[in-house]
């Protein structure tokens, strides 16, 4: 059914920059035709001889080869006439173009083991050219088919009697080799295909490690695509480059379910610039394509535009409206950016092939443990060591989270309404922990993201997460800075907390774990011992606390603590020595408010405590909190800060058991029913102070004062 035709003439043709060319063209075309290009073949074959090959033909088990069906081809050899000149007067002597647009049907690779590759509506256009005098640039001196045909003036290629195929490639492109199509193609378990320019619309696609379902990988579908893969075309040099950018309406991300973590999205971007094979001295190629400003490309499938590539520097990210689990304990949603990562990681102090994903996200909605929060911005590294062996199931988690705002009621424990309310902004939570075993020990290292060494033998391994959010074109990010002394987790918020009517909490506080330290501990005769402890932190700031009822009304009665400051320490020993609190508080009032006739009321309040076991190998030791950098700050000083989102809260400067507590107090009782301006029948005032350290007990008071008036008489 298949026609063909043959062709010389001269015609003119329109280069990329404006020229007006004469030129002689040799054309061959073909309509409706089957082709095979190999061994043994053909491979379509007309088998039960009805004069039409179709699928009820068997098709030729020895053909190796390439197979068209149903193809229409058209070639256009074209050659600058003598004294063809550029639209500028240079000559275009010896120039020589060649064009090729076809389409086929059905196209499949047959007969390679291993191999399977096959694609419908396939379209292949070539525009390319040879011979041009030196000193004139290719891509702007080949022939511009499609402007040719706005022009109303279309290169028409004869494929049959009755037929023609017109020659429609872009000039602007420059020379171009493009094929694009519905396209299935595997290698054994791995895709991998290899191509110039690739460009696709509404693909289904899949590439993973394997097809196994601990796969890496990505998966997607409705896909608009456009790839660029170059390769130095100098011999011996192994290098290529591989420019992709593309949307999908949906993607899943393979190979985290290892971790823990789920990940899924809608409406996603990808894009990839990166440098692949390796230099001459066998180094890895981590040069990329420079396709900024004027150089960038805009590729499209069939009629849709595709991609425009515009990368400068390596890229290798999946962004989007997605969905982010870690197990129960965390949930996102929103604008988040995901980019693969393969590097060299500090663990447990030696350095480790690692792989894994950064995951950043700005302005998302979130649920942590169930509680719903707006505003994050998020920075989080997952890492695996790359090619691990059997029985390697390290993982490392790096976090770093901040939420504009939190409110949760009493509804998100299972309680009634008025049970409980939180408040709560500026809620931030970090984390630093591993996971995992190597072999049959547990994997209790974490990632080392801090600076050692100083001045230029410094190394800072922190790691900078984009967020997807950009500001005056400048992209914000979440550094991960941590130390990699022991699993780490901190807490942070600004919050108010009222549990129904008769508490009400509210301030700035802060939990962490800061990993093993090493601490001093010292008896009664401050005798010393180093011991392992695994350290966490409570601190607090501008606390009011009220108990009672009536709470935010006029008739509260109950007890109030006012701009409220904490900073505690809790060791707790590794060897099963037992636990050691270091505490130091203050208060500016405390005070029984709302009972009719009585005031009791405190100011300038102190609490400072440093204890320990009091039991087992430990017993009657407490910490030296001058010794040591029991706080990780890298610093080992005269005294332990507690900090609170970088403002000191508290020094513990402690060396000996210590229990002490410091005031004043005001006391007045008064009969309720007595006139205004009735002396009250008891009051005192006074400083006191106590303090037990080093099996002392000291009790000390300063400007006391006490008066009785009992039937206008008084006392004191």
Excluded: C
């Excluded at 028409?156 to 199509?181: C, F, N, V």
């Excluded at 420079?290 to 590729?299: E, F, K, T, Y």
């Excluded at 102070?689 to 099996?695: C, E, N, T």
Aim: proline content about 2%; overall charge negative; hydrophobic content about 45%.
């Amino acid at each position: 059914d298949g026609s063909a035709a043959f062709e010389k003439r001269s015609t003119k043709v329109t280069l990329a920059d404006g020229s007006e060319v004469p030129v002689q063209v040799l054309s061959i075309g073909a309509s409706n035709v089957e082709a095979f290009a190999g061994l043994n073949g053909p491979y379509r074959l007309d088998s039960n001889q009805n004069g039409t090959i179709d699928d009820t033909d068997t098709r030729n088990a020895n053909a190796i080869g390439l197979s068209l069906g149903k193809a229409d081809l058209a070639l256009g050899l074209f050659y600058a006439d003598s004294g063809a000149t550029t639209k500028s007067g240079q000559s275009l002597a010896g120039t020589t173009w060649t064009a090729v647009t076809a389409r086929a049907e059905a196209v499949e690779v047959v007969g390679v083991p291993m191999l399977e590759m096959s694609a419908t509506e396939m379209f292949v256009e070539v525009n390319q050219l040879e011979g041009l005098p030196t000193g004139l640039v290719a891509d702007r001196h080949v022939i511009d088919f499609k402007a040719m045909a706005a022009a109303k003036n279309p290169l028409a290629i004869r494929t049959g009697p009755q037929s023609t195929l017109t020659l429609m490639a872009d000039g602007q492109r420059g020379e171009s080799i493009r094929a694009y199509g519905t396209v299935s193609a595997s290698v054994g378990d791995f895709l991998s295909l290899r191509m110039m320019v690739i460009t696709g619309a509404d693909i289904s696609a899949r590439l993973a490690t394997s097809t196994e379902a601990s796969a890496i990988g990505v998966e997607m579908r409705n896909l608009d695509f456009g790839l660029v893969l170059a390769q130095a075309s100098a011999a011996n040099d192994s290098r290529s480059w591989l420019s992709v950018r593309g949307q999908a309406e949906s993607v899943a991300i393979l190979g985290t379910q290892s971790l823990g973590v789920t990940l899924s999205g809608t409406n996603v971007m990808f894009a990839a610039n990166v440098g692949l094979g390796t230099l001459a001295n066998g180094s890895a190629n981590r040069s990329t394509l420079d396709w900024s400003g004027s150089r960038a490309l805009s590729l499209t499938a069939g009629n849709s535009a595709a991609a425009v590539i515009d990368f400068k520097g390596e890229v290798l990210e999946v962004g989007g409206t997605m969905l982010l689990k870690v197990g129960d304990e965390f949930r996102a949603s929103g604008s988040i950016l995901i980019s693969k990562q393969d590097r060299d990681i500090q663990v447990g102090g030696r350095t480790v092939a690692a792989t894994g994903f950064l995951i950043g996200a700005a302005d998302v909605g979130a649920s942590v443990r169930g509680i719903n929060v707006t505003g994050l911005d998020l920075g989080m590294a997952l890492m695996r060591p790359a090619n691990a062996a059997a029985g390697d199931t390290r993982s490392w988690l790096a976090l770093k989270a901040q939420v504009d705002s939190i409110a949760l009621t009493a509804e998100d424990f299972g309680l009634s309404a008025n049970d409980l309310t939180v408040q709560a902004t500026n809620l931030g939570l970090e984390i630093n922990l591993g996971f995992g075993a190597e072999g049959t020990s547990a994997n209790e290292s974490v990632l080392e993201l801090g600076t050692s060494g100083s001045g230029d033998t410094a190394v800072n391994r922190a790691i900078a997460v984009r967020t997807g959010k950009q500001t005056a074109g400048v992209h914000e990010t979440v550094t991960l800075d941590y130390s990699g002394v022991g699993p780490y987790v901190a807490v942070t918020a600004d919050a108010k907390i009222a549990i129904g009517q008769f508490v009400l909490l509210q301030g700035s506080f802060a939990f962490a774990r800061l990993g093993n330290r090493s601490a001093s501990v010292v008896d009664e005769k401050s005798a010393a011992q180093t011991r392992m402890m695994t350290v966490s932190t409570l601190s607090a700031r501008d606390v009011d606390i009220k108990l009672g009822t009536g709470i935010g009304t006029d008739n509260f009665v109950g007890v109030s603590l006012e701009r409220g400051s904490v900073g505690l320490m809790l060791l707790q020993d590794t060897q099963g020595g037992g636990s050691f609190i270091g505490l130091s508080a203050t208060a500016d009032r405390a005070a029984i408010d709302g009972v009719s006739g009585l005031t009791l009321e405190g100011g300038q309040l102190m609490l400072e405590l440093n204890t320990g076991p009091s039991t087992g190998v430990l017993a009657g030791r407490v910490v030296d909190f001058t010794k040591g950098d029991l706080d990780a700050d890298g610093k080992a000083g005269a005294s332990t800060p507690v900090r609170l989102r970088g403002n000191l809260i508290a020094d513990l400067n402690f060396r000996n058991s210590r229990l002490e507590a410091a005031g004043n107090i005001a006391l007045a009782l008064a009969d309720p029913a007595a006139p205004a301006g009735t002396p009250p029948i008891f009051n005192a005032s006074g400083n006191f102070a106590f303090r037990q350290a080093g099996g002392k007990v000291v009790i000390a008071g300063s400007g006391l004062t006490a008066k009785a008036t009992v039937a206008g008489q008084s006392l004191g």
